[in-house]
Structure formats: C-alpha cells, structure tokens
C-alpha cells in the first residue's frame, strides 16, 4: 500500500471532524421541490449512505455535493468551506456513476490518466498515480485493455480507479453497483468496503437497495419525499425506526394502524383497526416523547421476530389464531403468510427447522413478545 494511502487512513482513525456539511439545504426545479432544506454532518472517514425510493431526491443531494447542480437555498460546506460558486472541478470530490462512463476508445490506463493529463501532471508522477490507483482496484493486469473487453464489474473497477486517481477528499458514489448482476454486485460490495476501509477516506453513496446501505455503511440517512426521516446506524435505522415510512422501507415488517388504549408506564396496550389487541414495550423515544392515551400509532413487528406454532404454543399476551396461507421454502428460512381470524394478515420468516413443511390452511398459533414491536406516533 502507498504511503499516501496509509496516511489517509491514519487522518480518518485520528479526526473527528466534518468532511461534509449540508445546511437547510433546498432544490427546486421549475416550481417543483426535490429536496426540502435538509441538514447533514458527515465526518471524515465514514461510509455514508444515502437511502430511499426513486425520485425521493437522493441524487440531487449527491449532485449538489459534487457541484454539479447549486442548491436554491441554503448551504454546503466540505472540510468547512463554503461551496457556493465553487465549480464542480475545483471541489475535493470525485464522483463515480452508474454507467462507468468511461472512454470506450481509451485503454483503461489512458482512461484513469486522463485526469491527471489535463491538469498537466508530470510523466513520472503520473505513472505512479495510475498504477497505485489500478493496484488498488486490482485492475493493474489489465491497463492496455479497451473497456469493451472488460466485464462489468472490471468497467467500475476502473471508474473507481479514475475517481481515486485525484486523491479526493470524499468520493461520491451515485449508485455505484446499479447496473451490476446480484452474485457481482456481492462481490463488488466486499470490495468497496475493503478499499473504503484501505483509503480511510470519506464515502458517500446514494444507493436506493437497503440491503446494500445496511451492509456497507458507518450511518445512513433516509430520505422521502425531499426530506431526511432519520439518520442512524444500520442497526438503529433497523431496530429502531423513528417513523411508519422508515419501518416499512428498511426490510420487511408487519404495520398494524391503531390507538393506544393502556399505557401504564410499563406497557403500552394498542388497538388496532380491525380489533387486535397489541402489547408493546415501548422504547426510550416513546416515554420521553409520547405518553398520552388515545394517542393514534402504527406498530411495527418484523418478520423474523414472529414465530408460528400448534395449540400447544404457550400462552402470552400478543397470540393469535390464524390460518396459513402460504409457505414458502427459502433454504436456510421458511416464509409463511397467516390470516388471522380477524382478517389481517401477517408475513413471519422462521429459521428452517422443520422437516416437513405444514399444508396450507393448517390453523396455527402465531405469537411475538411485546419487546418486539414499536409503537410509532402518526
Ligand atoms: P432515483 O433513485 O430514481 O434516481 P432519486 O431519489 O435520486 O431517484 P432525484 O433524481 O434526486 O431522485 O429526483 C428528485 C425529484 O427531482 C424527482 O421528482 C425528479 O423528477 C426531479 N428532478 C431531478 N432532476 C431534475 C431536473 N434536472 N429537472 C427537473 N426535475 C428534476
């Protein structure tokens, strides 16, 4: 590894500092708002992604970091400087796209040097640049090849390599993996968080697969609709979603929308609309926030948290009869969808025990612990 590199890694072990600051930043385009004034701090050296669903504003974000777009209020700053009039070229950013976008009738080499041979970089740093950024990315082998001749993942190797090849501050990365199949996308994700965790340099990265921003990131900002839900670690983004919209976008769960009937300091019981009656342990968040009665919820109960069992199953309080459905073998898990008596119904993922699946319409009973649910406010 070059020297560079471990002393980039050595500054982000070491600082705490923002690399990125975004203040009550706004983007309108002809009378329509894509992002509504959104604040972010992003510290040197993290993996920061940048979750939602189509048109949430994700990659006007990244834009407005790179300077490819200004923002119509508001403000970014990088490393503490204000950005306003700062072109994109001039920004220590570097961004890689989707597409790759490299030059088909350059060799790889050619296309991570043309950078450098723009902004007049001498012969002999230049050789040394290229072929630290091509080692990097493991693409050193094939520096006279046209990107015609490489595979998919090989094209975003060497587009990560013409972005390194600058030695940015913060690299930005528009759905990076996007146009790659699954078994390569793995493969590619392994990858970044090894050179993320080599270069020790700052990542961001729109992404709008949740599986991808859990697996890769240090924290993750949610967006819908223009706005930040909730920034967090992946567990917290998961375990402990501060919204309905954050529950349901980040993995699978199970809403139920109700009031809360009893909430005694301890438990929390909710009613929901078509009559369950719900016990919820409620987090930190709920009792400092939200400890009225009547007050309207939608409670969150994942999946892998439910469990399916006979008439035998012991009695608690959130257990309910119900019918299944369908059942479906994952391999590893079975994943069952129950109609309860009432009409709902739930999606439960067991780990795969069972040596014979149950028949469809079996009566069942389903239950789950009231520390595994959240009450979130509407
Ligand atoms: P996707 O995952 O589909 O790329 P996104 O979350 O990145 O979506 P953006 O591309 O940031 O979303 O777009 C946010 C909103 O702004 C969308 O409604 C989009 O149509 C609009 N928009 C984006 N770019 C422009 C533009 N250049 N002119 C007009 N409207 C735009």
Same mark, same amino acid.
């Given at each position: ?20 600051? +975004? ?67 001039? *920004? ?41 950024? +091509? ?21 975003? *190797? ?26 390569? *996308? ?5 990858? +970044? ?20 921003? +859990? ?86 109960? *994942? ?76």
């Amino acid at each position: 590894m070059s020297q560079t590199v471990v002393q980039n890694r050595d500054a982000a072990e070491t600082n705490t500092k923002l690399d990125v600051e +975004l203040r009550k930043v706004f983007k309108v385009y002809n009378g329509e708002t894509a992002v509504r004034g959104i604040d972010l701090d992003i510290h040197q050296g993290e993996f920061f992604s940048i979750l939602g669903p189509s048109g949430c504003g994700k990659t006007t974000t990244l834009r407005m970091i790179a300077g490819f777009d200004e923002p119509t209020g508001g403000e970014v700053l990088i490393r503490g400087k204000s950005m306003v009039n700062v072109p994109p070229y001039k *920004r220590p950013v570097n961004t890689v796209f989707q597409s790759y976008a490299l030059f088909g009738h350059m060799t790889v080499w050619d296309n991570v040097a043309f950078g450098l041979r723009l902004q007049n970089c001498n012969k002999s740093e230049l050789q040394t640049r290229v072929g630290e950024a +091509l080692q990097l990315v493991k693409m050193d082998s094939f520096a006279r090849r046209f990107p015609v001749q490489l595979s998919g993942g090989q094209q975003q *190797r060497v587009a990560l390599a013409r972005a390194l090849v600058n030695r940015p501050t913060v690299m930005l990365l528009d759905e990076p993996l996007g146009a790659l199949d699954l078994k390569l *996308r793995k493969e590619m994700q392994v990858e +970044l968080s090894t050179l993320h965790r080599e270069l020790g340099i700052t990542f961001v990265m729109v992404t709008h697969d949740q599986e991808e921003a +859990l697996s890769l990131s240090d924290r993750i900002a949610v967006m819908n609709m223009g706005k930040i839900e909730q920034i967090g670690t992946p567990s917290e983004i998961y375990e402990h979603p501060r919204s309905p919209f954050v529950a349901d976008f980040i993995g699978d769960t199970n809403l139920f929308q109700g009031r809360v009937e009893t909430s005694n300091g301890a438990d929390l019981q909710v009613l929901t609309e078509k009559g369950l009656k719900i016990w919820v342990k409620p987090n930190s968040t709920w009792q400092t926030e939200h400890q009225g009665n009547h007050s309207e919820v939608v409670v969150s109960v *994942r999946p892998e948290k439910i469990r399916v069992g006979n008439s035998d199953t012991p009695e608690q309080h959130n257990c309910y009869e119900g019918k299944l459905k369908h059942v479906m073998y994952l391999g590893t898990h079975v994943h069952y969808l129950v109609e309860l008596l009432n009409g709902d119904s739930l999606t439960v993922l067991q780990p795969n025990r069972a040596s014979e699946l149950p028949a469809l319409d079996t009566l069942v009973q389903v239950y789950w612990s009231a520390a595994d649910c959240i009450a979130l406010p509407i």
